[in-house]
């Protein structure tokens, strides 16, 4: 079982840089893709940016040259740094995270965007 537990949400002006982490405990033995989704009220959860073990990543469109995705394989951990926020970014971002062919998501944390 890995537990994958995000953190560094909050209140965040437009134009801010936060960086969540988003770290995995349990039993880990090879964590395959790591990834970020993010849920807005009344809207589907979506997907926001992936990063393969090899380090390839995808990103939706709306965040594209404003949002990095990258691990620490080391520490199980993969980071999502935010750059240029606006108040469309507003939503419960998840971490959700691959081993042997099961997915594992977090709780999510939650990121206002606004002044």
């Known amino acids: 079982q890995v537990q994958p537990v995000e953190s560094g949400g909050g209140l965040v002006p437009p134009g801010g840089s936060p960086r969540p982490p988003c770290a995995a405990f349990?039993?880990?033995?090879?964590?395959?893709?790591m990834g970020w989704y993010r849920q807005a009220p009344g809207k589907q959860r979506e997907l926001v940016a992936a990063?393969?073990?090899?380090?390839?990543?995808n990103y939706a469109d709306s965040v594209k040259g404003r949002f990095t995705i990258s691990r620490d394989n080391g520490k199980n951990t993969v980071y999502l740094q935010m750059n240029s926020l606006k108040p469309e970014d507003t939503a419960v971002y998840y971490c959700?995270?691959?081993?042997?062919?099961?997915?594992?998501w977090g709780q999510g944390t939650q990121v206002t965007v606004s002044s």
């Open positions: 959700k995270l691959d081993q042997a062919g099961w997915q594992y």
């Open positions: 349990g039993t880990i033995f090879r964590i395959n893709a």
């Open positions: 990063i393969s073990t090899g380090g390839r990543t």
